[in-house]
């Protein structure tokens, strides 16, 4: 899927999440709405008074994640993005009380929404995960001209084809070969294949 489908699905199908910030170096955490997307990136809005503002003025690094709503666990997905953001005033807030209406409830007036900033997170990493797919679904991406930084477990050339990493995968997401490989996008990152192998030809990426 495309980067955009990813913001469309966080803005669109999940909208409120749970954002980390720094505070003195300790990470504290509160629950957003992200308001619009574009192929950009995403954009939220907090007022000048809070400490999140400031804690976003202090640090502009952030991460968020999410969650769809599902009969149960196994009918969600998830996306988490760690990223940049910068202020951009009031640029895209009347586009953000068009698109959520129910912004005009908390804010009724244009005197009182001038307490409101809007951000963009504008770069970062993120990564998608679906367990309502058999096997489940793991992707990870980039926007803002981020570098994909690799994690998971990787099988390397001293792989000796015995098998063992397979027979504990609870996804079957081992390809055989020569040597073995991983299929990222369904690995669960549970680490038995790491664990169980004789001979160290798995690392870890974090």
Same mark, same amino acid.
């Given at each position: 899927?495309?980067?955009?489908?990813?913001? %469309? &699905?966080?803005?669109?199908?999940? @909208?409120?999440?749970?954002?980390?910030? +720094?505070?003195?170096?300790?990470?504290?955490?509160?629950?957003?709405? &992200?308001?619009?997307?574009?192929?950009?990136?995403?954009?939220? *809005?907090?007022?000048?008074?809070?400490?999140?503002?400031?804690?976003? %003025?202090?640090?502009?690094?952030?991460? +968020?994640?999410? +969650?769809?709503?599902?009969?149960?666990?196994?009918?969600?997905?998830?996306?988490? =993005?760690?990223?940049?953001?910068?202020? =951009?005033?009031?640029?895209? +807030?009347?586009?953000? !009380?068009?698109?959520?209406?129910?912004?005009?409830? &908390?804010?009724?007036?244009?005197?009182?929404?001038?307490?409101?900033?809007? !951000? @963009? *997170?504008? %770069?970062?990493?993120?990564?998608?995960?679906?367990?309502?797919?058999?096997?489940?679904?793991?992707?990870?991406?980039?926007?803002?001209?981020?570098?994909?930084?690799?994690?998971?477990? !990787?099988?390397?050339?001293?792989?000796?084809?015995?098998?063992?990493?397979?027979?504990?995968?609870?996804?079957?997401? =081992?390809?055989?070969? %020569?040597?073995?490989?991983?299929?990222?996008?369904?690995? *669960?990152?549970?680490?038995?294949?790491?664990? =169980?192998?004789?001979?160290?030809?798995?690392?870890? *990426?974090?």
């Amino acid at each position: 899927m495309s980067v955009e489908i990813y913001f %469309k &699905i966080l803005a669109n199908e999940i @909208h409120s999440v749970v954002v980390a910030t +720094l505070n003195k170096g300790l990470p504290t955490t509160r629950v957003i709405d &992200i308001m619009l997307y574009d192929k950009n990136g995403i954009y939220f *809005l907090t007022a000048k008074g809070k400490a999140f503002y400031e804690h976003l %003025k202090t640090n502009p690094y952030i991460s +968020l994640s999410g +969650l769809t709503s599902g009969s149960d666990s196994m009918q969600r997905k998830s996306i988490t =993005i760690s990223g940049y953001t910068k202020d =951009i005033g009031s640029q895209k +807030l009347e586009e953000i !009380f068009k698109k959520n209406p129910y912004m005009a409830d &908390i804010y009724p007036s244009k005197e009182s929404r001038m307490a409101l900033n809007v !951000f @963009h *997170l504008y %770069k970062g990493q993120g990564e998608y995960f679906d367990l309502s797919t058999k096997p489940i679904t793991r992707t990870n991406f980039v926007f803002g001209g981020e570098e994909l930084k690799k994690s998971g477990y !990787f099988i390397t050339e001293n792989c000796k084809a015995c098998g063992k990493c397979k027979e504990k995968c609870p996804q079957s997401c =081992i390809e055989i070969g %020569k040597i073995y490989k991983i299929n990222q996008e369904q690995c *669960l990152h549970c680490g038995n294949c790491y664990e =169980i192998c004789p001979n160290e030809a798995i690392v870890k *990426l974090i």
